[in-house]
């Protein structure tokens, strides 16, 4: 019998740390049905203390989520850990992280609290959260520029104030293999009661060794490894839950644990959030990269279509790439369509959601003749947004784009439901339609990112387009699909304007404590 690792996945929490990242509840809700779909053991929803908006996403995946345990994060004061404790009640299963600095640049030039002072505010933190929740999670921030000695003396005193799991994170991507399996080996050994508790880890991409420093320490007794989709997370992000996963299950002579994981859903995991936060997944990406199982020289090919072992380690089908599966067509009924969603773990909130995305499905099929699962992914997408947040919509677009003529838009829509027309000449046809939609929304915010992806293949697909719009502090992803790129440009910008409109502000939480 093996270990079992826990999968602790973070894309939800130091995910959307990433810049631009931000989710909405209804999206993030998406996530957390795709992650516990995919079996993952803890689902770090969020930091209920960061702002309101956050506070609501992770009680509502709290009363969705049944099998996998829900955790909020909590800097390790009270009222963080209070906001945490309420936000996470629902849920069947429950987790508190909370977390303190413990390296001395951190506590001197951060904190500006002694070791002592830190000790004495881990201990206290731990009783506040069990008041919420048997199963607390300790972390110590900057663990890997933290002094041994330290974090024994801390570990030592969390353990016996109750904290079942502990944390070793990597916080600045600052270590190497050999050396944090070292840390963790001599904090398993030296601390008391090690035995008592999962040893975790929370690595860093700095140096490109967030999953290199993760599989070390799970050689060195780690039993959990904290990570994310895709890799995405604070700068160059965190150890990416597919490269960690499939690394332990390639190579069980090396490991001697196995994840729960259902590794067939990573690939429609990785889609989602990418598509999600519209953060693209680089094509030579390990595992859910386009090229990861694509053999490009005929050598290889040759070898491939001999004996697939020959240049495959894994089979494609295992982390769930498949063919552009054709699920349904113009012909298609509404209970193939509602049941089709339930497979991919798409629940529509009620029965006009449904209606209205039945209506949708029908034009799309009228268009694009066969749908695929990611039609219906951003067919969805489009769904979530609810008639009040939708203070922007499209009624009309229309653009005159001809070789060697200056492109010219004419986009009508309904602002708070008045409608208003405007039009604009543009540099090119998207340029153009956006510069129309601004002169009626005047929203002065800044364009970060514009991008386009093919959803499926053929010249048929459904382009994919991400708009990521700033004002104020605020930055937000808007998304739209259509077969008309223009059209899905501006679905995707007035989606973003939506954004804007509605959400309140996330307070970025200091280091007090
Ligand atoms: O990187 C880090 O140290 C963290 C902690 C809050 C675990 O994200
Ligand atoms: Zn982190």
Redesign the pocket.
Known sequence: MKDRLVIFD?TLR?GE?SPGASMTKEEKIRVARQLEKMRVDVIEAGFAAASPGDFDAIRAIAETIKESTVCSLARANEKDIQRAGEAIQPAARKRIHTFIATSPIHMEKKLRMTPDQVVEQAVKAIGWAKQYTDDVEFSAEDAGRSEIDFLCRIFEAVIKAGATTINV?D?VGYNFPNQFAETLRQLIERVPNADKVVWSV?C?NDLGLAVANSLSAVLAGARQV?CTINGL??RAG?ASLEEVVMAVRTRPDIFPVETRIETNQIVPASKLVSQITGYPVQPNKAIVGANAFAHESGIHQDGVLKHRETYEIMRAEDVGWTQNKLVLGKHSGRNAFKSRLAELGIVLESEEALNAAFAKFKVLADKKHEIFDEDLHALVSDEAVTPAQEHYKLIYSQVCSETGEVPHSQVTLTVGGQERKADSDGSGPVDATFKAIEKVAASGSELLLYSVNAITTGTDAQGEVTVRLSKGGRVVNGQGADTDIVVASAKAYLNALNKLHSCSGKVNPQGDV
């Open positions: 973070t130091d740390q994170p916080t929370h860093h904290e997370g604070e965190n």
